[in-house]
T-cell receptor, first 115, second 112 residues
Framework: GAGVSQSPSNKVTEKGKDVELRCDPI?????LYWYRQSLGQGLEFLIY????????KSGLPSDRFSAERTGGSVSTLTIQRTQQEDSAVYLC?????????????FGPGTRLLVL | SQQGEEDPQALSIQEGENATMNCSYK?????LQWYRQNSGRGLVHLIL?????REKHSGRLRVTLDTSKKSSSLLITASRAADTASYFC????????????FGDGTTLTVKP
């Protein structure tokens, strides 16, 4: 595709429900990243993938958060038993080559609101 | 505190003036990147500068990197109202590549 796409654009859910966020990276990009941005704040790193592997999961806020990537392409970020503090914009990015070595291209984000 | 920290937090200038934003970081890096964000969505990549580079230009943008001071600056010359946005620096450490760290950003307002 032309750029990184994310779905849904917006998600409103009730506290305690599970949500799944999707990221489609640029074709051929081997590295994929997830970030979270709260209102007026910078980006909080969550996790990155090199291919289908996630070498460092320490950025995930709690065990309610998980992510996977299949086929070296699409990635999903799952938040179980959502809490109000999970409300934020979730941003995905992808890059060529080794993670952290090249330009990251960002998707438009998913705005999550937990009521 | 975070690896990348921007300074100032907010900057307001008149159209045509230059804007300078600074970023400081703590540990050794592979590269440093500057991004722009409008209205809380969609980060746009501006410039990537590697640890062995000192200066890069792109149009009206000039980025410098001083690894001895662990700092970088972004200069926007002849600013325009359309440059109004938040600007972030992001670093990738050479001991933990892939785990990018962003600062809280500088909010730039360019008045027409």
């Amino acid at each position: 595709g032309a750029g990184v796409s994310q779905s849904p654009s917006n998600k409103v859910t009730e506290k305690g429900k599970d949500v799944e966020l999707r990221c489609d990276p640029i074709s051929g990009h081997t590295a994929l990243y997830w970030y979270r941005q709260s209102l007026g704040q910078g980006l909080e790193f969550l996790i990155y993938f090199q291919g289908n592997s996630a070498p460092d999961k320490s950025g995930l806020p709690s065990d309610r958060f998980s992510a996977e990537r299949t086929g070296g392409s699409v990635s999903t970020l799952t938040i179980q038993r959502t809490q109000q503090e999970d409300s934020a914009v979730y941003l995905c990015a992808s890059s060529f080559g080794l993670a952290g070595m090249e330009t990251q291209y960002f998707g438009p984000g998913t705005r999550l609101l937990v009521l | 505190s975070q690896q990348g920290e921007e300074d100032p937090q907010a900057l307001s200038i008149q159209e045509g003036e230059n804007a300078t934003m600074n970023c400081s970081y703590k540990t050794s890096i592979n590269n440093l990147q500057w991004y722009r964000q409008n209205s809380g969505r969609g980060l746009v990549h501006l410039i990537l500068i590697r640890s062995n580079e000192r200066e890069k230009h792109s149009g009206r943008l000039r980025v410098t990197l001083d690894t001895s001071k662990k700092s970088s600056s972004l200069l926007i010359t002849a600013s325009r109202a359309a440059d109004t946005a938040s600007y972030f620096c992001a670093t990738d450490g050479n001991t933990n590549a892939g785990k990018s760290t962003f600062g809280d950003g500088t909010t730039l307002t360019v008045k027409p």
